[in-house]
């Protein structure tokens, strides 16, 4: 079966979460893409984003160096969500750290988890 990413269901705004991964289970990033960022996520390798601040098409990388080389793109049970496995050049987060999920909150305070990169 062809995919289409018409087939998936975005929100309000035309975009959909997609969650980075390393190849070893590390989650590093989550982000939002519209159709047009999938598409070419899937024609280039090369994960694209949707920014929303600057309402522009965001290639992981292309300024920062810390580029993501799409492995496999997965699409959720509800077509709602998209799980990213990636190669990971350098630190997926904009602090410096490898992942952007570096903050514990369980005991009720924050602690930071990993320093930057």
Known sequence: MRFDPATLVYNEAGLIPAIAQSEAGEVL???WMNAEAVA???ATRKVTYWSRSRQ????KGE???HSQRLIDLRVDCDRDCLLAIVEQEGPACH???RSCFYTSVLDG???LMAPMV
């Open 63 to 65: 300024s920062s160096g």
């Open 95 to 97: 602090t410096n750290r």
């Open 40 to 42: 070419q996520t899937l």
């Open 29 to 31: 990033m989550m982000a």
């Open 109 to 111: 305070e924050e602690e």
């Open 56 to 59: 522009a098409f965001w290639i």
